[in-house]
Nanobody
Framework: VQLQASGGGLVQAGGSLRLSCAASGRTFSSYTMGWFRQAPGKEREFVAAIDRNGGSISYVNSVRGRFTISRDNAKNTVYLQMDSLKPEDTALYFC????????????????WGQGTLVTVSS
């Protein structure tokens, strides 16, 4: 599956953004989808994941209660609604897919999008 992320931008602290990740292919509904991010000078970290039917969702503690992951299998798209953004959320955000059950481990995901930049100003 090929992935195309969009929706990044510059926002003030406390603001909101919604990231989208459009997937190609007919089997999108069979994949667990995830969002990861990488800040300058830091390692990539897990942000959120959702299993193929939305029945299982996982978040990193630092975004729980502020970010919401969702998916629309009819549109082959996964979303990341980001509210109450903080400067420390500034990063390049990637969507990724894996076959099968939910995971928070980047190495479990086989396909990656190109990334969309989120910058949160203080």
């Amino acid at each position: 599956v090929q992935l195309q992320a969009s929706g990044g931008g510059l926002v003030q602290a406390g603001g909101s953004l919604r990231l989208s990740c459009a997937a190609s292919g007919r089997t999108f509904s069979s994949y667990t989808m995830g969002w990861f991010r990488q800040a300058p000078g830091k390692e990539r970290e897990f942000v959120a994941a959702i299993d193929r039917n939305g029945g299982s969702i996982s978040y990193v503690n630092s975004v729980r209660g502020r970010f919401t992951i969702s998916r629309d299998n009819a549109k082959n798209t996964v979303y990341l609604q980001m509210d109450s953004l903080k400067p420390e959320d500034t990063a390049l955000y990637f969507c990724a897919s894996k076959w099968g059950t939910i995971s928070t481990m980047g190495q479990a995901f086989s396909s990656w999008g190109q990334g969309t930049l989120v910058t949160v100003s203080s």
